[in-house]
């Protein structure tokens, strides 16, 4: 025979759980980085394309997303981890599409470059110029775009390779 719970003795129950604290968290947006390192540095964001700025849109876009993952990005040198990235190329092409005579066209666009990452507390490298890469397609039927939609395409393209930097930093270790 089940005896029903009264509901005093359920929230006493959750009570003592929420005072005790029973360990369970969500992490959903948190990482780790790699060989254990608790601290990450940003060195340098060299811009070696044509296109001004980017450098300085990978650096907020980064620190936003390591902020998010609860990561402090520190600038200079002293953490554990030390990043450097090199930014080569910045690109957006126009591709013609037709299907069934209709006209459509796919702007891609690219932002590539390279990350080496060292380990300070052994003095070790874990990433030398490993090439990471941002891309994002946008199909219309205008044949140009706006001001605003290159802005928010070449936008789009530094958020993936903001992300790509991240999954690099997590992965395999």
């Known amino acids: 025979m089940l005896v029903k719970p009264s509901p005093g003795r359920v929230l006493l129950f959750i009570g003592l ?98 990350i080496t990452l060292v380990d300070w507390r052994n003095n070790r490298p874990l990433f030398e110029k490993t090439p990471v890469e941002g891309r994002f397609e946008l199909e219309t039927g205008a044949t140009q775009l706006s001001a605003e939609e290159l802005r928010e395409g070449r936008r789009k393209a530094m958020v993936k390779l903001a992300q790509q930097i991240a999954d690099k930093l997590t992965q395999n270790f």
């Not at 990561?71 to 299907?99: C, K, P």
Request: hydrophobic content about 35%; aromatic content about 10%; overall charge negative.
């Open 17 to 114: 759980l929420w005072l005790g604290g029973c360990g369970f968290q969500l992490n959903r947006n948190q990482f780790s980085l790699p060989e254990g390192a608790k601290s990450l540095s940003l060195i340098s964001v060299n811009n070696q394309t044509f296109v001004s700025g980017l450098d300085l849109d990978l650096k907020a876009e980064l620190s936003g997303l390591f902020n998010r993952a609860g990561v402090t990005l520190s600038e200079g040198r002293g953490s554990d981890l030390e990043m450097e990235l090199v930014l080569t190329q910045s690109s957006n092409n126009r591709e013609d599409l037709s299907i069934y005579n209709n006209l459509t066209y796919r702007y891609v666009f690219l932002h590539q470059g390279q």
